[in-house]
């Protein structure tokens, strides 16, 4: 892996701690890994983190199996790698979503399906927090989704307590654009998504309307991401911490 970019990742994941308080010493953090560029690349830098955080964290990565039949045998040579230990939670989501109850739209159920698992098996490995890969694209698609088909301004936090599991769930990953995660991808045991919808979604609808936003309107990405990001303006997002030389 490309130390140099690598690093330029760092710096958006450091930034993202300093500004949000994500990650404190003592700390075991369960990193949801499905396969995915964003996920893999998380534990990743995450892992590389340890080694320069003037903090102490535990990294444990899980996947929750939504077939009961996955081959994870790359993903558990990577994570042997890192030296972090991997957990696969099966389960029999696909089987509940796409045969039983027939989902006509089924992204919703499926995430909260997944969450839930998730969350499970993190705190069934004595975590107290949940590292996800969402990304800056990720959330200039969720507010968009949100406003257009719900019609609320909303979108996810870089750090949100669960109280009913005792978890929190971090986002690293915040500042990082989905362009800089993609240069990694060759380098990644990114598995193929057995996912039947898969690229026919509407978050998949909204990732190509923002790309043509942007080509269209110069910088229009960024202007959305500073709106929402803009503590001072909206209040969508959590003041940032200060820091104290």
């Known amino acids: 892996m490309n130390a140099k970019k690598l690093q330029f990742i760092l710096s958006h994941l450091r930034r993202a701690d300093e500004d949000f ?14 396969g995915g560029k964003d996920s893999l690349l998380l534990l990743s830098a995450l892992a590389a983190y340890q080694k320069f955080r003037h903090t102490d964290f535990e990294l444990v990565a899980i996947t929750v199996d939504c077939t009961g039949s996955g081959d994870f045998s790359k ?11 991997f957990i696969i939670q099966p389960s029999n989501i696909f089987e509940i979503i796409f045969d039983i109850r027939k989902e006509k739209n089924p992204c ?36 968009l989704l949100s406003l257009c088909y719900e019609g609320r301004l909303n979108t996810f936090h870089p750090s949100s307590y669960l109280d009913r599991t005792d978890i929190t769930v ?23 998504n057995p996912c039947p ?42 003041p940032k911490k200060s820091h104290e030389n």
């Open 21 to 34: 308080e994500l990650i404190s010493s003592g700390d075991k953090i369960a990193v949801g890994l499905s």
């Open 197 to 238: 919808v898969n690229h026919h979604t509407q978050r998949e609808y909204m990732k190509n309307l923002v790309k043509k936003l942007d080509a269209e309107i110069p910088d229009a990405r960024n202007r959305m991401l500073g709106a929402i990001t803009s503590t001072e303006r909206y209040n969508l997002f959590p």
């Open 108 to 143: 919703s159920l499926c995430s909260k399906l997944r969450r839930g698992m998730l969350h499970t098996a993190a705190v069934g490995a004595g975590c107290n927090k949940v590292a996800l890969g969402h990304h800056a694209d990720d959330l200039i698609e969720t507010f």
């Open 75 to 85: 993903i558990q040579k990577f994570c042997d790698e890192l030296g972090v230990k």
């Open 170 to 192: 971090i986002r690293p990953f915040i500042y990082v654009s989905e362009n800089e995660i993609e240069k990694f991808s060759p380098t990644l045991p990114i598995l193929e």
